[in-house]
């Protein structure tokens, strides 16, 4: 593959060449022949667009700044699209700005070649079999795609998130202000060199709030039970077996306290005028909200809505604030709220089975985000309850003005209902209702896209593909991706595989029974594929997920003491494997969740309610 021409600044073409190099590299040491093509690439948005380029269907991009966070989003769109176009001679690359020549020049790759970039590691590349190229102009369903950050070499994780086509890093406010101002510099430069936004955002009330503040002005935190608290026992009514202490939110119906809180963001966000979105969240938990008589006559929204108008009036018109919609938050606003163009909110469908698609029939009764000020629930019993509040909250969003985003959780969170545990087998919701969902959201305007999870290519990386792949542009077909990734992966074997993962993985959300048959097709099955670093990620999966069902069968049949064992063999087994699963998931998640689990066995022989919450 030779590029013939370019109008690429320097970091772009570097990423090209890094791309081409890794693909030549992967493809020797699995014995493929790459196809020798010629490559003209070309950026509308670059000066020296040659004379001969084809005609095409990109719009250059304005360098004007926007003050509509609906226009923000339609011009990423323009920057990531592009076209492929043959000629006599040469495929030209043709992107709207250097990110969509970056990515219509990876498409070419993926459509000769055949590669998939399966995980950080150039050594995680396959290939699967080369396709016809769409000649069309290609352009993102959802124009911001977001992820947290959580593997260990983060310079190939952000590689990683760019080459699938991530294209916003999520980054803890409170987390990058305690860093050094050099450390700021260098992962702010490291997500410029991946050509990636960056959000500061998360829960960040405690930076910006902090707990020496309360002796001298008591009357800016929340109130319970008639007293100004930091922190208070909360009740949960889906875990009865929680008895959490929660900081307690601000007193955001105090006006002195909001100009506080604006002023001092204001400030963080003047020192980095490059990013454009900034969170507002509250701290983290559920029905931890100021009870005083002010606080109460609005929603939990409302009061974030509130404080995100304030702070747009003092900071340029370029900035975006992103609001966020999950527990007590979930509650539809009780009064009109206030016009403006320079907010998205991320509707959280927390802890889902998925099950069913949330905008499937079947369900009406709706509980979840109705019960504010009293306690609400934290997740539904059926996902479709989402789709419900969703709905409603579309109409709210149009009267105001605020863009609708989705923030979806991946695996490794405990559940703290337990009514599942599905989400600690580390094998993503099922591909078909995601890629649906994506669809049905896009054309009700949803612009954004975050996903909460660790990193987790074990026992593959096909789930943390195909949503990348279908949040650019989701297929009316899953399993044609299922089988372009599982014949890369494993050959012959890759359909049979698919298969047994799906037995497997149906039988854990939908049957409460044993599960040797399915473990032991698969240890069967590995026999036959060569590839060891697979056969060793499924053995060591094969054996994680047989203890974590076992667990799950003790917390059922309310043998506590065998939990507590099958726990400790589950932490032993990865701190064993440690060195060679780090490669693959973030490892430290998964022991956390098996002692989060441990510590609950304990409680619950002990006849203790817990004091611990994990939400």
Same mark, same amino acid.
């Given at each position: 593959?030779?590029?013939?021409?370019?109008?690429?600044?320097?970091?772009?073409?570097?990423?090209?060449?890094?791309?081409?190099?890794?693909?030549?590299?992967?493809?020797?040491?699995?014995?493929?022949?790459?196809?020798?093509?010629?490559?003209?690439?070309?950026?509308?948005?670059?000066?020296?667009?040659?004379?001969?380029?084809?005609?095409?269907?990109?719009?250059?991009?304005?360098?004007?700044?926007?003050?509509?966070?609906?226009?923000?989003?339609?011009?990423?769109?323009?920057?990531?699209?592009?076209?492929?176009?043959?000629?006599?001679?040469?495929?030209?690359?043709?992107?709207?700005?250097?990110?969509?020549?970056?990515?219509?020049?990876?498409?070419?790759?993926?459509?000769?070649?055949?590669?998939?970039?399966?995980? %950080?590691?150039?050594?995680?590349? &396959?290939?699967?079999?080369?396709?016809?190229?769409?000649?069309?102009?290609?352009?993102?369903?959802?124009?911001?795609?977001?992820?947290?950050?959580?593997?260990?070499?983060?310079?190939?994780?952000?590689?990683?998130?760019?080459?699938?086509?991530?294209?916003?890093?999520?980054?803890?406010?409170?987390?990058?202000?305690?860093?050094?101002?050099?450390?700021?510099?260098?992962?702010?430069?490291?997500?410029?060199?991946?050509?990636?936004? #960056?959000?500061?955002?998360?829960?960040?009330?405690?930076?910006?709030?902090?707990?020496?503040?309360?002796?001298?002005?008591?009357?800016?935190?929340?109130?319970?039970?008639?007293?100004?608290?930091?922190?208070?026992?909360?009740? &949960? %009514?889906?875990?009865?077996?929680?008895?959490?202490?929660?900081?307690?939110?601000?007193?955001?119906?105090?006006?002195?306290?909001?100009?506080?809180?604006?002023?001092?963001?204001?400030?963080?966000?003047?020192?980095?005028?490059?990013?454009?979105?900034?969170?507002?969240?509250?701290?983290?938990? #559920?029905?931890?909200?100021?009870?005083?008589?002010?606080?109460?006559?609005?929603?939990?929204?409302?009061?974030?809505?509130?404080?995100?108008?304030?702070?747009?009036?003092?900071?340029?018109?370029?900035?975006?604030?992103?609001?966020?919609?999950?527990?007590?938050?979930?509650?539809?606003?009780?009064?009109?709220?206030?016009?403006?163009?320079?907010?998205?909110?991320?509707?959280?469908?927390?802890?889902?089975?998925?099950?069913?698609?949330?905008?499937?029939?079947?369900?009406?009764?709706?509980?979840?985000?109705?019960?504010? %000020?009293? %306690?609400?629930?934290?997740?539904?019993?059926?996902?479709?309850?989402?789709?419900?509040?969703?709905?409603?909250?579309?109409?709210?969003?149009?009267?105001?003005?605020?863009?609708?985003?989705?923030?979806?959780?991946?695996?490794?969170?405990?559940?703290?209902?337990?009514?599942?545990?599905?989400?600690?087998?580390?094998?993503?919701?099922?591909?078909?209702?995601?890629?649906?969902?994506?669809?049905?959201?896009?054309?009700?305007?949803?612009?954004?896209?975050?996903?909460?999870?660790?990193?987790?290519?074990?026992?593959?990386?096909?789930?943390?593909?195909?949503?990348?792949?279908?949040?650019?542009?989701?297929?009316?077909?899953?399993?044609?991706?299922?089988?372009?990734?599982?014949?890369?992966?494993?050959?012959?074997?890759?359909?049979?595989?698919?298969?047994?993962?799906?037995?497997?993985?149906?039988?854990?959300?939908?049957?409460?029974?044993?599960?040797?048959?399915?473990?032991?097709?698969?240890?069967?099955?590995?026999?036959?594929?060569?590839?060891?670093?697979?056969?060793?990620?499924?053995?060591?999966?094969?054996?994680?997920?047989?203890?974590?069902?076992?667990?799950?069968?003790?917390?059922?049949?309310?043998?506590?003491?065998?939990?507590?064992?099958?726990?400790?063999?589950?932490?032993?087994?990865?701190?064993?494997?440690?060195?060679?699963?780090?490669?693959?998931?973030?490892?430290?998640?998964?022991?956390?969740?098996?002692?989060?689990?441990?510590?609950?066995?304990?409680?619950?022989?002990?006849?203790?309610?817990?004091?611990?919450?994990?939400?």
């Amino acid at each position: 593959m030779k590029i013939f021409f370019h109008n690429l600044g320097e970091m772009a073409h570097k990423t090209i060449l890094e791309d081409i190099a890794a693909v030549k590299k992967a493809a020797g040491r699995h014995s493929i022949n790459l196809p020798e093509i010629g490559v003209k690439i070309v950026s509308v948005s670059n000066p020296g667009i040659p004379f001969d380029i084809p005609s095409h269907c990109l719009t250059k991009s304005s360098n004007i700044s926007v003050s509509s966070f609906s226009d923000f989003c339609r011009r990423e769109k323009e920057k990531q699209s592009f076209q492929i176009i043959k000629d006599e001679r040469y495929f030209w690359v043709i992107g709207g700005d250097e990110i969509g020549a970056i990515y219509g020049f990876d498409e070419l790759l993926r459509a000769t070649t055949g590669v998939i970039w399966a995980g %950080p590691r150039d050594e995680d590349i &396959i290939f699967g079999k080369s396709f016809e190229i769409d000649d069309g102009l290609n352009m993102p369903y959802i124009p911001l795609r977001a992820r947290y950050a959580s593997w260990y070499d983060m310079s190939k994780y952000l590689r990683w998130m760019r080459r699938n086509r991530w294209n916003m890093w999520v980054r803890s406010w409170a987390y990058f202000m305690n860093q050094s101002e050099q450390d700021r510099k260098e992962s702010l430069k490291l997500a410029d060199n991946n050509f990636l936004l #960056v959000s500061l955002t998360e829960h960040s009330m405690h930076y910006f709030l902090q707990e020496d503040e309360f002796e001298k002005r008591p009357q800016w935190f929340g109130m319970r039970n008639g007293k100004r608290l930091k922190t208070d026992f909360v009740v &949960i %009514p889906d875990c009865p077996h929680l008895h959490a202490k929660l900081p307690v939110q601000p007193c955001y119906s105090n006006t002195e306290l909001v100009e506080y809180l604006t002023d001092k963001m204001a400030q963080c966000i003047r020192k980095f005028p490059l990013v454009n979105i900034w969170g507002i969240w509250p701290h983290d938990g #559920v029905n931890n909200w100021c009870m005083c008589e002010n606080c109460i006559k609005k929603t939990p929204y409302e009061h974030m809505y509130n404080i995100a108008m304030r702070l747009l009036e003092k900071v340029p018109s370029h900035i975006f604030i992103e609001l966020l919609s999950y527990s007590n938050l979930l509650n539809v606003p009780w009064k009109e709220l206030p016009f403006s163009k320079r907010t998205f909110t991320l509707f959280c469908t927390y802890l889902r089975q998925y099950k069913q698609r949330i905008y499937d029939d079947g369900f009406s009764s709706l509980e979840l985000g109705t019960r504010y %000020p009293l %306690p609400d629930r934290i997740n539904p019993v059926d996902d479709r309850e989402y789709g419900i509040l969703f709905e409603k909250w579309l109409k709210v969003w149009k009267k105001c003005g605020s863009v609708p985003g989705i923030f979806e959780y991946g695996p490794q969170h405990y559940d703290e209902t337990r009514r599942c545990d599905a989400a600690r087998y580390l094998y993503h919701p099922n591909p078909e209702i995601r890629n649906d969902e994506i669809k049905w959201y896009a054309k009700k305007g949803v612009e954004v896209f975050y996903l909460c999870s660790i990193y987790s290519s074990w026992p593959d990386g096909f789930h943390q593909w195909v949503l990348a792949d279908g949040l650019w542009n989701p297929v009316n077909n899953i399993r044609d991706l299922e089988k372009h990734f599982y014949t890369a992966l494993a050959k012959k074997n890759g359909l049979v595989l698919s298969k047994f993962l799906k037995k497997l993985h149906h039988k854990l959300l939908y049957e409460n029974k044993s599960i040797d048959k399915e473990l032991k097709e698969l240890q069967n099955l590995l026999k036959k594929i060569d590839d060891k670093e697979i056969v060793k990620k499924y053995e060591i999966w094969i054996e994680f997920v047989r203890l974590v069902h076992k667990s799950r069968q003790a917390e059922l049949s309310g043998n506590f003491e065998q939990g507590i064992t099958l726990e400790k063999e589950i932490q032993k087994l990865c701190q064993e494997n440690e060195e060679f699963l780090e490669n693959f998931v973030s490892l430290n998640n998964v022991i956390k969740t098996s002692q989060i689990a441990e510590q609950r066995f304990k409680e619950w022989k002990q006849g203790k309610m817990s004091t611990s919450y994990t939400m």
